[in-house]
């Protein structure tokens, strides 16, 4: 496409613990491209992040017909998985990228930006990770994000990480055998001390690839699968009540494992949930303008 020389373009990131999407738009909001990169959680590192970021970010500059010398002219709002955590802002803040000008923020915060287009509402992000916050009056208020083994409940983290210690408790005898033990054991050919030495170095995102196993199981009427689906959706319940103490006008709950989670909740709460109006991406942009606009 032909660029204007000092025209200012937006990029939207949106990293989450498995993949990073990001989003260029021209400065009056038109949609120029797209792309994808791997984790863009920084306990990874932040050479990973980059590496992330970066890969999604050509890809998008492909689809929009630009090239790296355009870097100089993105205004760029990154919302990266972890970076409510003071040593992860750091880490990212250190970067010396090539932008124009990059703001910081976490996942959550732009995916609720995004889901009720700049107004007040609530997010919960059930994916290989969980955490929810509420955007009511200025207020900010989060609930979880603590990270993985510390507080991830009912996330595909959490649910690989449970059916794991299901199929080491199961071999030493502690519980029966059931399909998700045997399914778990299939999956790595591994059983006890193997099973522990293989997945003694995994993190959330490789726990959170066992939760599959989890909700096969559970349709095939594993009862200790099904509990723990029952655990994850009891868990989201009580995020909604908690968050509903902060009488958003409108709560959505989005993320790879809440989308199989929503048909198992209550009737009732399932129908006060509402669609996200645009995206983390999307929200990430806005993120960047409004930025921009306190820096100017």
């Given at each position: 496409?032909?660029?204007?020389?000092?025209?200012?373009f937006y990029a939207g990131?949106?990293?989450?613990?498995?993949?990073?999407?990001?989003?260029?738009?021209?400065?009056?909001?038109?949609?120029?491209?797209?792309?994808?990169?791997?984790?863009?959680?920084?306990s990874h590192g932040r050479?990973?992040?980059?590496?992330?970021?970066?890969?999604?970010?050509?890809?998008?500059?492909?689809?929009?017909?630009?090239?790296?010398?355009?870097?100089?002219?993105?205004?760029?709002?990154?919302?990266?998985?972890?970076?409510?955590?003071?040593?992860?802002?750091?880490?990212?803040?250190?970067?010396?990228?090539?932008?124009?000008?990059?703001?910081?923020?976490?996942?959550?915060?732009?995916?609720?930006?995004?889901?009720?287009?700049?107004?007040?509402?609530?997010?919960?992000?059930?994916?290989?990770?969980?955490?929810?916050?509420?955007?009511?009056?200025?207020?900010?208020?989060?609930?979880?994000?603590?990270?993985?083994?510390?507080?991830?409940?009912?996330?595909?983290?959490?649910?690989?990480?449970?059916?794991?210690?299901?199929?080491?408790?199961?071999?030493?005898?502690?519980?029966?055998?059931?399909?998700?033990?045997?399914?778990?054991?299939?999956?790595?050919?591994?059983?006890?001390?193997?099973?522990?030495?293989?997945?003694?170095?995994?993190?959330?995102?490789?726990?959170?690839?066992?939760?599959?196993?989890?909700?096969?199981?559970?349709?095939?009427?594993?009862?200790?699968?099904?509990?723990?689906?029952?655990?994850?959706?009891?868990?989201?319940?009580?995020?909604?009540?908690?968050?509903?103490?902060?009488?958003?006008?409108?709560?959505?709950?989005?993320?790879?494992?809440?989308?199989?989670?929503?048909?198992?909740?209550?009737?009732?709460?399932?129908?006060?949930?509402?669609s996200p109006i645009h995206?983390?991406?999307?929200?990430?942009?806005?993120?960047?303008?409004?930025?921009?606009?306190?820096?100017?």
């Open positions: 496409m032909k660029v204007v020389n000092g025209e200012v990131i949106d990293g989450g613990g498995t993949h990073c999407r990001v989003r260029i738009e021209s400065s009056c909001g038109q949609f120029l491209g797209q792309g994808i990169g791997g984790t863009a959680n920084p050479a990973t992040v980059i590496l992330s970021i970066m890969t999604a970010f050509k890809e998008a500059l492909k689809q929009a017909e630009l090239s790296e010398q355009h870097y100089g002219q993105f205004v760029v709002g990154a919302g990266l998985a972890g970076l409510h955590l003071p040593r992860y802002l750091t880490m990212m803040q250190n970067w010396q990228h090539p932008f124009k000008a990059m703001y910081y923020t976490d996942d959550l915060h732009v995916a609720t930006i995004g889901a009720h287009a700049g107004g007040d509402g609530a997010m919960v992000i059930v994916g290989t990770g969980f955490s929810a916050l509420s955007l009511v009056n200025g207020v900010k208020t989060m609930i979880g994000g603590y990270g993985f083994l510390q507080a991830d409940h009912c996330s595909g983290s959490w649910l690989g990480y449970q059916a794991v210690q299901k199929a080491l408790l199961s071999y030493d005898g502690y519980a029966q055998p059931s399909l998700l033990c045997e399914l778990v054991t299939q999956h790595f050919n591994a059983s006890g001390y193997q099973l522990a030495d293989t997945l003694a170095e995994a993190g959330a995102r490789d726990f959170g690839a066992i939760a599959p196993l989890v909700f096969n199981a559970a349709a095939k009427g594993d009862v200790v699968a099904q509990q723990l689906i029952k655990d994850s959706c009891q868990f989201i319940v009580r995020t909604i009540d908690l968050l509903k103490n902060t009488n958003p006008p409108r709560i959505t709950l989005l993320g790879g494992v809440a989308r199989q989670l929503i048909p198992m909740l209550p009737v009732t709460l399932a129908k006060e949930l509402s995206n983390a991406e999307q929200g990430a942009i806005s993120f960047a303008k409004h930025m921009q606009l306190r820096a100017n």
